[in-house]
């Protein structure tokens, strides 16, 4: 692999340039840890607060401008969440909420995403007396019509936050049900504040969902908190897709571990800069450590509008970090396809792709 000294103007901007050069033929990326409220941008935030006018703190909320600017200075992740919480306040109707997740499919669309395993806190909304099938409902139509105009398929996983009492999480696995049972939602995360909450906490979670036949289990963890702690979400939990997973890098034996269980980590090197985790840049992230190491990861952009980038944005900033040949793109965008939680005909079609848009870099240098 070419060091960072030795990575070429060219090969920095080959990822973005590649929509263009190959008219949109980028290799399918498949996205596994979005956020759908982080991808609520200052823009529609402050159209929603027009529409619905609500009344959100002025010390936080001024101008467009000065948002963003907030946004390029949390100080940890609990910093950012203050802002990702309030934000959701202009959420309030099922056009809202279908208004959101296709314009996140709007925006991605043209820089390659194929698939999509989009999160949701329901606990955020249901809290605000939103009712469950408003958000769920709005959710669906907005990527059912998102599927229609760009072909991006997508699912929705709900994530319990850390933050509130386990008893509020296990009535909103309960009042998930249903929507698990009919398909509009396909497996439960967790995610919020980590510091101070082990993932052990949440063990009696995780076993409801399974009592309950949730079809597939992930958790926020090691992004703030240590590799221990990577360890005991995918050991004492049983669960087997990791988002962060961050500091499992800090425990060698932690790796060999997980890539020998196949476990899977969701990265979001943009998110861990603007996070402090790593804050001189994605240069510091573990990437090439866990590429050596042979664990499963994908490369996503967790809350879009407030860390800087999409999806692509990600993949370029980890290009320009690190320099990747074609063939370790190749690897990343196939072990991106094979953890996704499709269906084998929809990977296969994935993997169909991804192999004749390989076949159109044939003799391209990057
Ligand atoms: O990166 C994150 N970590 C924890 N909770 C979150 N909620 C939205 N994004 C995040
Ligand atoms: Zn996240």
């Not at 703190?57 to 963003?68: G, N, Q, R």
Request: with cysteine; charged share 25%; proline share 5%.
């Amino acid at each position: 692999m070419p060091s960072i000294q030795t990575c070429s103007g060219h090969a920095v901007d080959f990822l973005r340039a590649l929509p263009k050069a190959f008219e949109n033929r980028v290799p399918p990326q498949c996205e596994h840890h979005i956020h759908i409220e982080g991808s609520l941008e200052p823009a529609m935030l402050f159209k929603l607060v027009e529409k619905h006018g609500v009344t959100l703190d002025p010390a936080m909320y001024s101008t467009i401008e000065a948002l963003e600017e907030r946004y390029r200075n949390f100080a940890n992740l609990d910093d950012f969440l203050a802002y990702f919480n309030k934000a959701m306040d202009v959420l309030i109707d099922e056009s809202d909420f279908a208004a959101l997740s296709y314009a996140y499919l709007e925006r991605v669309a043209g820089d390659g995403l194929k698939h999509a395993e989009i999160f949701f806190d329901p606990q955020a909304h249901t809290g605000r007396g939103i009712a469950l099938d408003v958000v769920v409902n709005g959710l669906k139509k907005g990527l059912k019509k998102g599927q229609t105009a760009f072909g991006i398929t997508s699912e929705l996983i709900m994530c319990f936050v850390k933050h509130l009492p386990v008893s509020s999480a296990l009535d909103a696995v309960r009042e998930m049900q249903p929507f698990v049972e009919s398909g509009d939602v396909i497996g439960l995360g967790a995610d919020s504040s980590e510091v101070n909450n082990p993932p052990s906490k949440f063990a009696e979670i995780y076993s409801l969902a399974r009592e309950l036949s949730f079809p597939n289990l992930t958790m926020h963890s090691g992004e703030e908190g240590p590799a221990d702690w990577v360890r005991q979400t995918v050991f004492d939990l049983g669960v087997n897709r990791v988002d962060h997973g961050f500091h499992a890098a800090d425990d060698l034996e932690l790796l060999d571990e997980l890539a020998r269980r196949d476990t899977f980590l969701t990265l979001c090197p943009l998110s861990n800069v603007r996070l402090q985790v790593t804050p001189e840049g994605v240069h510091q992230s573990p990437i090439p450590l866990l590429l050596g190491k042979g664990v499963k990861f994908s490369i996503n952009s967790d809350d879009p509008a407030y860390f800087g980038g999409y999806i692509l944005d990600n993949y370029v900033a980890v290009q320009a970090a690190f320099g990747f040949d074609k063939a370790t793109w190749r690897r990343i965008c196939q072990n991106g396809i094979d953890g996704s939680w499709c269906s084998a005909e929809r990977k296969q079609e994935l993997f169909d792709e991804l192999a004749s848009v390989m076949e159109a870099w044939e003799g391209k240098t990057i």
